[in-house]
């Protein structure tokens, strides 16, 4: 899909799809995570509000592709290959008119002229056959055959609801460091707590403009993803956060009290995890390393590792998981790999939580079950939000149609053991 270099003549607008096909193209074409390519070809777009739609075209054509194509396939007799151009465009034109309320001329306007050279009457003919039909996207997104087929054999009592959990993106979720002070920053920011520490906000705008961001009196992270820090409470022993970076734990352990050891082997990522510490003011050790090669001096009272993984259960905030699943034998090996390290690693008396934002079971209720030589620490109800209890075997599993009364919440397994 070779696209034209911008152009300064070009209607306003237009650079804004043009950078959304880009993100398309990377993600559908070349399977790279959205998190990695948006921030290089965002910096083109000047304004924040260009950027925030340009990734939200992306984001809603990845959500509704399958019925996307559906609707493109009603309205053409031509066969289009699954990745032509003209049939991306068309995803972008369709979630601007259907899902973003764009009036349907501008989408024209800024639609057809990323096809200069190719079939924009073929595109110009499907929009307008849809939108003269009155053409609606379903209630409920439909998964993508691979995710589909992977969830119906492991939750078949679950995928509509995750299937619900998915049509829309989610709110934004802060863990506030100082818990005593929720209900204040609920109330400051509009928002609602689903449990000490958490304030949810329905829509987000730009969150470095929020207040108490700068001050560093919260960060951005789901309810789930706070979920594995919780089961360790306050402490003041070691504490290992494994695979730590961008470092949203490692905030947690830090404001309750332990003495942490954050290690990631991204460079990158740990950037980001040294901006998030200096921004709240809290501590940690900074380690860049494979934890498949680092040994530590010393052993932990608390390891948390929070394993690389397929991330399928955060599809409700980035749905580009759904379309890029990962060899699953090698992640789980390495999966597998750094939890018999982590074990190690135990004082006696030591606690592991190992977790994942995964919903495939391979990844976190079968990794759990094979662990051997430590003691299972059931995950009390009382840890969980309302309306979340945990497994028979006292481990959490949520996914994206649980709490959907309050927002839903993302995909997360979890389980703890300890030494002796
Ligand atoms: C799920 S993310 C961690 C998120 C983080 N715990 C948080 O709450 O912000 C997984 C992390 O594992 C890191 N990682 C993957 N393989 C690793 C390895 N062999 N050694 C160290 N870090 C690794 C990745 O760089 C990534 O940052």
């Not at 200096?278 to 948390?304: C, M, N, Y």
């Amino acid at each position: 899909m070779a696209q034209a270099a911008p152009s300064s003549s070009e209607i306003p607008g237009v650079l804004t799809r043009r950078t959304a096909l880009r993100m398309l193209d990377a993600v559908m074409r070349r399977g790279e995570p959205l998190d990695h390519i948006a921030p290089p070809l965002l910096r083109g777009l000047e304004r924040s509000d260009d950027r925030a739609l340009a990734i939200a075209i992306v984001q809603e054509s990845l959500r509704w592709q399958t019925d996307l194509d559906q609707l493109i396939d009603s309205a053409t007799r031509q066969i289009l290959p699954s990745d032509a151009k003209v049939r991306v465009v068309l995803w972008l034109m369709l979630v601007q008119a259907l899902r973003l309320q764009m009036p349907p001329h501008a989408v024209v306007a800024t639609g057809l002229p990323l096809l200069t050279g190719g079939p924009r009457r073929l595109a110009h003919g499907v929009f307008s056959t849809l939108l003269k039909r009155e053409a609606a996207l379903p209630a409920v997104p439909t998964l993508p055959s691979a995710v589909a087929r992977r969830w119906e054999a492991a939750w078949p009592d679950r995928i509509a609801a995750i299937a619900a959990g998915i049509a829309a993106p989610p709110p934004l979720d802060l863990t506030i460091k100082d818990a005593g002070q929720t209900e204040y920053w609920a109330e400051r920011l509009g928002g609602t707590s689903l449990m000490p520490g958490h304030v949810r906000i329905p829509r987000a705008g730009t969150v470095e403009a929020m207040a108490g961001f700068a001050d560093g009196a919260w960060w951005v992270q789901d309810l789930a993803a706070s979920l594995p820090a919780r089961l360790v409470g306050a402490g003041q022993g070691r504490a290992l956060d494994l695979c730590a970076a961008p470092g949203g734990k490692t905030m947690q352990l830090a404001a309750n009290g332990w003495n942490v050891t954050a290690l990631d082997r991204s460079a990158s990522r740990l950037r980001r995890l040294h901006d998030n510490l200096g921004r709240t003011g809290l501590t940690a050790e900074v380690v860049a390393a494979d934890a498949l090669a680092w040994q530590p001096d010393a052993p932990f009272d608390v390891i948390l590792l929070d394993a690389p993984c397929s991330a399928t259960g955060t599809c409700r905030r980035h749905p580009d998981v759904l379309h890029r699943l990962p060899a699953f034998d090698a992640l789980t090996d390495m999966q597998r790999d750094l939890l018999q390290r982590a074990l190690g690693w135990l004082k006696p008396d030591g606690t592991l939580i190992y977790a994942v934002c995964s919903l495939e079971p391979e990844e976190g209720e079968r990794q759990a079950a094979s662990v051997t030589n430590v003691h299972p620490v059931p995950i009390p109800r009382d840890a969980l939000p309302a309306g979340i209890t945990p497994t028979a075997e006292g481990w959490l599993r949520t996914d994206p149609g649980m709490l959907p009364e309050s927002g839903g919440i993302d995909g997360f397994f979890a389980a703890r053991w300890v030494a002796r």
